[in-house]
C-alpha cells in the first residue's frame, strides 16, 4: 500500500505562482511513476504532468513552459512548481503514484483557484 498527502494548493490571481506538495508513504520503494491530474468543474480528470524514477517528464500542452513537475527521492515526495496561471488552471489536483506491478493510488486532492 502507498499513502499520499498532497498539499500547497490555494486561491491565487491570474499570473501567479503555487506550489503543489505530495509525499508518500508505505511501499515507496516500488513507485516507478508519480504524476499530477486535474480535474475541473463539469470536466474529465486529465494528466497534467508525471515524471518516473529515471527522472524523465511528461507534461500536457496547455502547461508547458509554465509548470515543472519534481521528484525527491530521498523524502518520496513530488512538487508541481505552477507559474503564470491562468483560470483555466482552476481545478482540484491530485497526486498519483503508479508502482511497478502496475497497482496506482491518488492522494485526497488539493484546490487551486485562480481568480481573474
Known amino acids: 500500500q502507498v499513502q499520499l498527502v498532497e498539499s500547497g494548493g490555494g486561491l491565487v490571481q491570474a499570473g501567479g505562482s503555487l506550489r503543489l506538495s505530495c509525499v508518500a508513504s508505505?511501499?515507496?520503494?516500488?513507485?516507478?511513476?508519480m504524476a499530477w491530474y486535474r480535474q475541473a468543474p463539469g470536466k474529465q480528470r486529465e494528466l497534467v504532468a508525471s515524471?518516473?524514477?529515471?527522472?524523465?517528464?511528461n507534461y500536457v500542452d496547455s502547461v508547458k513552459g509554465r509548470f515543472t513537475i519534481a521528484k525527491d527521492n530521498a523524502k518520496n515526495a513530488v512538487y508541481l512548481q505552477m507559474n503564470s496561471l491562468k483560470p483555466e488552471d482552476t481545478a482540484v489536483y491530485y497526486c498519483?503514484?503508479?508502482?511497478?506491478?502496475?497497482?496506482?493510488?491518488w492522494g485526497q486532492g488539493t484546490q487551486v483557484t485562480v481568480s481573474s
Open positions: 498519483t503514484a503508479v508502482q511497478a506491478i502496475g497497482r496506482g493510488y
Open positions: 515524471v518516473t524514477t529515471g527522472g524523465s517528464t
Open positions: 508505505g511501499y515507496t520503494f516500488s513507485i516507478n511513476v
